[in-house]
């Protein structure tokens, strides 16, 4: 069974500081990763997903995420926050390696202060 | 990309009653989920909506509590049935689109509260 752990249900920034959102997994076969920001009183949107191509992957918003098999790790970041961040992000692991059926982790909920 | 309508966006349902919840998607997808996100928690699968064809459901949810049809490629309904409070959550429809990235889009969710 495929299953995601995300350390740390908040995590508080200031504008203009680093943000990391740490993401751990652990899958029997290589895994599709990804990770989906939820805005208040909103659906889920894509950030970003690794799919065994770049192990560095690029998304929208100025985030990345390194993909670390070595460290079943999924780690999100962005050099600099904006008060536009603040959301709830989750990270997710996809059951049989494709875009399809999600195991969700708990989320983590992103402040950020001025 | 693919737009998800979800209908009702929320509601305030007495214990015992049921509920129908719809996602229409404005293209064609293979795939359509059901996923239920309880108040403070992460997104768990319910089931995945067959065209014409009974729901694939994931351990510890049942048909006769949660009915889904799927009578075409673009529509979907879950039922919630014979609620109790522990019902209150989000209910969101999830869809993969049949072309391009095949990413996973989700509707806006419905707010169910039971009371």
Known sequence: AQSVTQLGSHVSVSEGALVLLRCNYSSSVPPYLFWYVQYPNQGLQLLLKYTSAATLVKGINGFEAEFKKSETSFHLTKPSAHMSDAAEYFCAVSLKGGFQKLVFGTGTRLLVSP | ?115
Do not use: H
Not at chain 2, 21 to 26: K, T
Not at chain 2, 34 to 58: C, D, M, V
């Open chain 2, 1 to 115: 990309s693919a737009v998800i309508s979800q209908k009702p966006s929320r509601d305030i349902c007495q214990r015992g009653t049921s509920l129908t919840i719809q996602c229409q998607v404005d293209s064609q997808v293979t795939m359509m989920f059901w996923y239920r996100q309880q108040p403070g928690q992460s997104l768990t699968l319910i089931a995945t909506a067959n065209q014409g064809s009974e729901a694939t459901y994931e351990s510890g949810f049942v048909i006769d509590k949660f009915p889904i049809s799927r009578p075409n490629l673009t529509f979907s309904t879950l039922t919630v049935s014979n609620m109790s409070p522990e019902d209150s959550s989000i209910y969101l429809c999830s869809v993969v689109s049949a072309t391009g990235s095949q990413e996973a889009f989700f509707g806006q969710g419905t707010r169910l509260t039971v009371v």
